[in-house]
């Protein structure tokens, strides 16, 4: 989102640009702000979320009241959102609006409709979360993280602009790797495996590591980003990394997280991920050879089906989460199909590039700005 602002003021210096976000998400907002250098002026909103899970029946609902309570209030904080964003938007009346998905959008989304305000709305995953599909019929534009064949929007309104990414996430050279590789402590002549998460951490993912690990370690080093949440859980893993001198002396490391993520996959032969959209964007951004284990657990299946889509072009090897979870030998069987062969790494990383739209932000910033102008 800060990418895309950076690029509208490059255009319109003088625009006057608000960030609306919940009560939740508020302090982040203005931390990231500050980190970055935007001047921005960020308002809270009142929504709420509608809790799905792929896995629960409607017993299962029933046995858990406690989700059935949270989403009947969240109702009501998307109807108190609704009037918010009616009065605020009446008295402001933007020019555009620009939605980026997720639950805050809804309520704002849905007054700016009555309002006739232009906006649109950002895609990053194959499958369009349930935000997205209610907002998108009245939307001036959309625009998409993948390409439009994986979309049924109206081909009129559809744009792919890509998915705005970091600047730091682009391909290396070998030396470069190499460097990066000794940078982290490793052997710049060995492969490398770096296993995440996501900043939080991936539980089953975290579990079959620590099966197969001693495995993994007769082949190729490992770099485990745990997760913040999951960190404490994997502190035993610490036994295989070993120090001396205030060196690496060992083919393997453990962190929480890393704020320079970039590095790691940087130095990466092989990467273990999720397939969050945005993660598989910085990925693809920087031709890595990939094992994705998609979370089916999320409202809509969105990772299984962005998994699907790099499998399907031949970007990635995807090992189903639950086959994972209950036979970690399948995820070491993946990784070592990979570290044996660099023709099919070199192969998936250039079929994976392809999925890049290079300038996402500068492309979303356009689609934005040219929306307003048309008002």
């Not at 555009?96 to 309002?115: D, E, N, R, T, W």
């Not at 089916?296 to 990772?303: A, I």
Request: charged share 25%; glycine share 6%.
């Amino acid at each position: 989102m800060l990418a895309v602002v950076r690029e509208i003021r490059k255009v319109q210096p003088r625009a006057k640009i608000e960030f609306w976000t919940d009560k939740k998400y508020y302090k982040n907002a203005r931390k990231l702000c500050v980190e970055n250098g935007v001047d921005l002026r960020i308002r809270k909103v009142a929504a709420g979320k509608l809790r799905r899970y792929t896995n629960f029946t409607f017993l299962m609902y029933l046995q858990h009241f406690d989700v059935i309570l949270k989403n009947i209030i969240d109702i009501f904080k998307n109807i108190g959102g609704l009037f918010q964003s009616f009065f605020r938007l009446m008295l402001d009346r933007p020019d555009v609006i620009f939605f980026k998905g997720g639950f805050v959008c809804l309520p704002v989304g849905q007054a700016a409709k009555i309002l006739r305000i232009p906006y649109v709305i950002h895609d990053s995953d194959a499958s369009p979360g349930l935000t997205n599909r209610l907002l998108a019929r009245k939307a001036t534009k959309i625009a998409t993280g993948m390409p439009l064949e994986y979309y049924s929007y109206p081909a009129d309104k559809a744009e792919w602009t890509g998915i705005p990414i970091s600047e730091n996430f682009k391909p290396v050279s070998t030396a470069k790797q190499r460097s990066l590789k000794k940078e982290l402590g490793f052997n710049p002549d060995e492969l490398l495996l770096v296993v995440t998460g996501g900043s939080l951490g991936a539980e089953h993912i975290n579990i079959a590591i620590r099966e197969v690990l001693p495995s993994l370690l007769k082949f190729t080093s490992v770099m485990l980003v745990a997760g913040r949440e999951r960190y404490p859980e994997m502190i035993d893993l610490k036994e295989f990394e070993k120090w001396e001198n205030g060196k690496l002396a060992s083919n393997f490391r453990m962190v929480e997280f890393s704020g320079e993520m970039w590095k790691l996959f940087g130095a990466a032969d092989i990467v273990v991920s999720r397939a969050g959209a945005s993660t598989m964007t910085e990925l693809s951004s920087m031709a890595k050879a990939v094992v994705m284990v998609p979370n089916e657990k999320l409202p809509g299946y969105h990772q299984v089906k962005n998994a699907r889509a790099y499998e399907k072009a031949n970007a990635a090897i995807v090992v189903e989460d639950n086959i994972m979870h209950e036979d970690p030998e399948k995820l070491l069987a993946a990784i070592r199909k990979l570290a044996k062969n660099e023709e099919l790494r070199d192969e998936l990383s250039k079929n994976l590039r392809s999925f890049i739209k290079d300038n996402a932000a500068e492309n979303l910033a356009n689609t934005v700005i040219s929306v307003a102008r048309d008002k």
